[in-house]
């Protein structure tokens, strides 16, 4: 017998893209903050957001800044 109550959860996470052109998925409710690189960093030279998360590691991304906060706030579809 089914059960009556189904738990349907959506996830849905954000398609980015790192610096060796790596496909990354990230979850934007573990997203804390998003920077530029500065330049005194060692990041490759395509990288140009950093994302902070939620567990103290950040994700390097070839992404602009503007265009993380555009997919994460769901106005940009790629």
Known sequence: MLDAA???VALELMQLTGPDNQAIEVNPEQVVSVRE????EHFAP???CLLHTTDGKFIA???TCVQ???IMHGTDSK
Not at 37 to 40: L, W
């Open 6 to 8: 189904l738990l349907v």
């Open 37 to 40: 690189p500065r330049v005194n």
């Open 46 to 48: 395509n990288v140009h």
């Open 61 to 63: 991304v070839i992404q």
């Open 68 to 70: 993380v906060d555009l």
